[in-house]
């Protein structure tokens, strides 16, 4: 497992270690609640604004202006959700923060829920991470007994209800949208947007949901201020990000960096390179709803300008690296089928063009495919990018589509053509 480059981040990941309450309060923790706790919600809320943090759940909104637009929000019944839900393939960042420093992501959700003026909160844990259920669990139990939840939290007039509530295993319910449907016991599925959950969210009441990375930021924004924070990663992308490096490098594991690094620094320097005798092929960028790029464009920094004008979505920052001996059609198929089986069906573009992606790839793995096909496959990517309903099909064509464009060869020399051409200049 691979460690932070330097130790004055946010995270500062340490894997031996777990911090109980008390010892993160030895170490400051809860501090920026006390202060927060002092001072109008409008000072601490300015902070965040001016920190320039965003949302680490992948659509990277500016967290401080939700939170302002909850506390905008002239009616009283307030909620706030930590979306826990984790279900990006290949991200394994929040169950770090769960399981090893869950008092920071605890006091970063009460100084969020304070500022937004929520009493009521949930974080929703995905079914499959049960140690981090018990670990947060516990936490909110202890957190209560020292008076860090419940009632008169630290002896001000400020109550926070806390629970934790499980996912059943469905990819979709990290949508926010699913999320809020699942808590209110109907079915997960995606709503209508708008209104967004900050005008209409939870029981149709205002409601904050952040990511846990997003959340777990908000201690140190409190404590140091902006311009601490702002000190770490570029003008454009301050703070840091926690990466989930994956695939064919030699240090697999997770790594905060500093926005700013270039993905080559995150892949060769942090992640150690290929394995010995082999080549990068491509990087996939942002998990399975994320995109292939070539070696070529791991000069990009990880910045959300940077990454958005060369069409690198970073979303939850998970990274899997394809060596020179893996299929980029294998790969792209293993997502399409992800995607298939997580679609609720209720929209053509997700549900059938997935499936017909996935018939095609097959076909071509057979031989029994053409260039026509490509052409259709291309066409059918665009269908499910810009016609699905919600995110889930939305980012589902990203890998079909930066595969196509950058592996477009690989895709071709699976053609019946082109098979028909290699084999007559074989024998001629
Ligand atoms: C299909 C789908 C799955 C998602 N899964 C997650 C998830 O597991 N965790 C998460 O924080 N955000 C997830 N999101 C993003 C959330 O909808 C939402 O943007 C996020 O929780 C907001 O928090 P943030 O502003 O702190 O990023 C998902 C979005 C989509 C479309
Ligand atoms: S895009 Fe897919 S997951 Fe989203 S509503 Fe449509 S069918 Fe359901």
Redesign the pocket.
């Given at each position: 497992m691979s460690k932070s480059p330097k130790n004055d981040l946010i995270f500062n990941i340490d894997f031996d270690e777990y911090l109980d309450l008390e010892q993160y309060r030895e170490r400051g923790g809860y501090s920026a609640l006390a202060k927060a706790l002092a001072h109008d919600p409008k000072i601490s809320i300015r902070e965040i604004v001016d920190s320039g943090l965003r949302?680490?759940?992948?659509?990277a909104?500016p967290?401080g202006k939700?939170i302002e637009m909850l506390r905008n929000n002239s009616e009283t019944v307030r909620y706030i959700i930590c979306?826990a839900?984790?279900?990006?393939p290949g991200t394994f960042k929040d169950r770090f923060i769960m399981t090893h420093i869950p008092f920071q992501l605890l006091e970063g959700l009460t100084i969020a829920a304070y500022l937004a003026g929520a009493s009521k909160g949930y974080i929703y844990v995905r079914h499959e991470y049960p140690e981090a259920q018990r670990i947060l669990r516990s936490g909110i139990q202890a957190a209560i007994e020292a008076g860090l939840l419940g009632k008169n939290i630290l002896g001000s007039e400020f109550n926070l209800s806390l629970e934790l509530f499980s996912g059943a295993g469905s990819?979709?319910c990290?949508?926010?949208t699913a999320l809020l449907s699942s808590i209110e016991g109907k079915k997960g599925r995606p709503r209508l947007k708008p209104p967004y959950p900050t005008q209409a969210g939870l029981w149709g009441k205002p409601t904050l949901?952040?990511?846990?990375e997003?959340l777990a930021n908000i201690p140190k924004i409190i404590d140091k201020g902006a311009s601490w924070y702002r000190q770490i990663g570029t003008v454009d992308s301050p703070g840091t990000k926690l990466i989930s490096l994956s695939g064919d490098v030699k240090n697999r594991g997770l790594l905060e960096v500093p926005f700013g690094v270039t993905f080559a620094q995150i892949v060769n320097e942090y992640g150690g390179g290929p394995p010995i005798g082999k080549t990068i092929k491509a990087v996939n960028i942002g998990g399975a709803s994320g995109v292939h790029v070539p070696p070529e464009m791991l000069n990009t920094a990880l910045e959300y300008k940077a990454c958005a004008q060369a069409g690198i979505t970073i979303g939850s920052g998970a990274i899997f690296v394809l060596d020179n001996t893996r299929s980029i059609l294998t790969n792209v198929q293993n997502r399409v089928r992800f995607f298939l089986h997580e679609s609720c069906g209720k929209c053509t573009p997700c549900r059938e063009g997935l499936r017909q992606a996935n018939n095609i790839i097959d076909k071509l793995l057979r031989g029994e495919a053409g260039v026509k096909d490509v052409d259709t496959l291309e066409r059918y990517t665009r269908a499910i990018v810009n016609a699905s309903f919600?995110?889930?099909g939305q980012?589902a064509g990203n890998s079909l589509s930066s595969s196509l464009t950058y592996y477009r060869e690989e895709y071709l020399a699976y053609c019946r053509e082109n098979r028909e051409l290699n084999s007559k200049e074989e024998t001629a």
């Open positions: 949302g680490r759940g992948g659509a909104f967290t939700k979306n839900d984790e279900g990006e990819y979709l990290g949508e926010e949901i952040n990511n846990v997003t919600c995110g889930l980012a």
